[in-house]
């Protein structure tokens, strides 16, 4: 079974004016289709790896090409970012639970933005910002490339609850070099909904 591009859960000009249309339109279109292809190709020439859950290769992934590695985390986390983004207004708001979480984890939401988009700011090159659940307890981190907290290679490993692309093919063309501002504007159009279904899904 080959992997496929996942349609957008909303139009490409859904999330502007926080992120814009030709970005979504590429970014979904032509980044997330070369993951799609190259990790097809990639599990293509190797039948020890057919008919495995991209989970499941990511799980192993010390252990895999490095082809694998960089397209199998660029779809499973451009895939989810998609569906962790929501038209402004429409995201809904962090659960009790999670909220609660934020407050006895992280120190409440406003020191967990900040310290998140410190960790999406200070990511050298490219990567994603996560928060994490790991020991049952909530924990922001990063990664760098396409790398992901799922991977055994992750310095820090746990189950995501949100996650933003910092890559520069992610805000370059309306942000430029200010991935901060980018940040900021993320908050806007997080998908809660989607994120307190993770978090009560890894807390179960
Ligand atoms: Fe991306």
Redo the contacts with the bound molecule.
């Keep these: 079974m080959a992997f496929t591009l996942p349609p957008l859960p909303y139009a490409y000009d859904a999330l502007e004016p926080a992120i814009d249309k030709e970005t979504m339109t590429i970014?979904h279109g032509k980044?997330h289709q070369a993951y799609v292809d190259k990790l097809n190709d990639a599990v293509a020439a190797d039948a020890s790896l057919a008919d495995h859950s991209i989970e499941d290769l990511l799980a192993g992934i010390s252990k895999l090409p490095k082809a694998v590695r960089n397209n199998g985390g660029g779809h499973w986390n451009?895939s989810l970012f998609w569906e962790l983004l929501a038209p402004a207004g429409q995201g809904g708001e962090p659960s009790a639970e999670l909220a609660a979480a934020i407050d006895a984890d992280l120190g409440g939401m406003e020191k967990f933005q900040a310290d998140f988009n410190a960790a999406g700011a200070a990511q050298f090159g490219s990567g994603w910002a996560w928060l994490i659940v790991q020991d049952g307890k909530l924990k922001v981190t990063s990664t760098p490339n396409q790398d992901n907290p799922l991977m055994d290679v992750a310095d820090e490993q746990g189950a995501v609850v949100l996650g933003a692309?910092v890559?520069e093919?992610?805000y370059y063309l309306k942000y430029q070099n200010r991935r901060p501002d980018y940040l900021k504007a993320f908050w806007g159009i997080v998908n809660w909904n989607k994120a307190n279904e993770l978090y009560a899904a890894a807390k179960g």
Excluded: T
């Design positions: 970014h980044h451009h692309d890559w093919h992610a």
